[in-house]
DNA sequence: TCATAATATTAGCAATAACTAATAATAGAA
DNA sequence: TTCTATTATTAGTTATTGCTAATATTATGA
């Protein structure tokens, strides 16, 4: 089928391959997930992920300075959402392949399940 | 627009960031990003990725083992493909992130480059 | 101002992962 | 069988990453 598609540039795998390594753990992966939906404050993301703040934080920053994450504050709190709309196509293509039926809740008639 | 879609359960979290791990790799990327035109032998990858011999073993049979890759003895040679079209799938997705301009090659007009 | 809640940062340790060098295994050729 | 080419495996070292605990920062409220 697509067996003439070309090998990426080695700039570009590198470039590919730090995104996927951004996105490959577990707990970023499962925060990405989270703010797929909407953006949410730090505890929530705690209560959330099960992680603890520190961490979380950390993660948190680590992605903000990739730009795949924005923060906006408001009062105390500090919001976080995906910046990077490519990360949120990942994401969902991963869901697509790791989720298959969860991926057509919003697209397709959700009356199937209530 | 599909901000009702729903978080991955943790197990496919889990699941999902394995496999991100092992092809987040930037070696284990691009012997991907070559196996998705056509099935080669170690030799080729060790001049295609400029590799050592050693190193690149262990990450083919990294690969091997976790259901990726599939290999096939030809004399000598060990010839290695993708065995899961999930991750051809994943890295044509990360081709269309980070080389938009590649991935109409095999689709649409090819004249244009020449 | 002082106290508190929410988040960020830092330092140090623990766990993983990757690489190199050396060696082993296997297939084919002489 | 012996030699060579190709690939795999192992052990040991280095590098990277992640986590925890402690501390700092910032905003709010009393």
Do not use: W
């Not at 697509?2 to 700039?11: E, F, N, R, T, V």
């Not at 959402?81 to 490519?86: W, Y």
């Amino acid at each position: 089928m697509s067996h003439l598609s070309q090998s990426i540039p080695k700039d570009k795998v590198r470039a590919a391959s730090e995104g996927l390594r951004a996105i490959a753990h577990e707990l970023r992966l499962s925060v990405l997930c989270h703010l797929l939906a909407e953006p949410m404050c730090v505890a929530e993301l705690m209560e959330a992920t099960g992680s603890s703040q520190s961490n979380l934080s950390q993660h948190l920053s680590k992605m903000r300075l990739m730009g795949i994450l924005q923060n906006e504050k408001r009062g105390q709190q500090v919001y976080y959402h995906i910046a990077n709309p490519a990360f949120a196509e990942l994401v969902e293509a991963l869901k697509k392949i790791y989720c298959p039926e969860m991926c057509f809740v919003d697209t397709e008639k959700k009356t199937r399940e209530g």
